[in-house]
């Protein structure tokens, strides 16, 4: 499968993002203004179908660049997933300069497997986190 992954915001229409956060357990509810804010305060990065130039994966990363960086809202089109797409957005994203020898921090709860390829781990009961309902 062809694709291309971009970091330009300009290339993230706001309707394609709400629609990929959906279908996800953890953004459905988003309102427009919350999805164009996050994107307006965030790194965003698209996987674009290269036949088509559709929007197939999103992702978002909050960062002070100098000590850690959150990587969120990692989601890939239903009608795409297990294709390897996500595996290759998040490594873009992990092999991005800009967060080299940074902590990263992320949340999920059904992508564990995905994520420790990454280096990523549980805490060990060490981490808490406000106003999330998932």
């Known amino acids: 499968m062809n ?3 971009t970091d330009d915001k300009n ?3 706001l309707a394609d993002v709400i629609a990929l956060l959906k279908q ?5 509810n ?4 919350q999805v164009r804010r996050s994107m307006d305060n965030s790194r965003c990065y698209g996987v ?3 036949d088509c130039k559709k929007l197939v994966g999103f ?3 909050i960062s002070d660049f100098a000590t850690t960086y959150y990587l969120c809202d990692v989601v890939i089109d239903n009608d795409y997933q297990h294709r390897g797409l996500g595996k290759a957005l998040v490594s873009y994203i992990e092999n991005s300069p800009e967060y080299q020898g940074l902590r990263g921090i992320l949340i999920t ?3 564990h497997a995905l994520y420790e390829k990454f280096g990523y781990r549980p805490l060990d009961g060490r981490a808490m986190v406000k106003g999330l309902n998932c």
């Open 11 to 13: 290339n993230l229409p």
């Open 109 to 111: 709860r059904d992508a």
């Open 3 to 5: 694709y291309s992954i």
């Open 24 to 28: 996800t357990y953890w953004a459905d």
């Open 48 to 50: 674009y179908l290269a």
């Open 30 to 33: 988003r309102t427009p203004e």
């Open 59 to 61: 992702a978002r990363v």
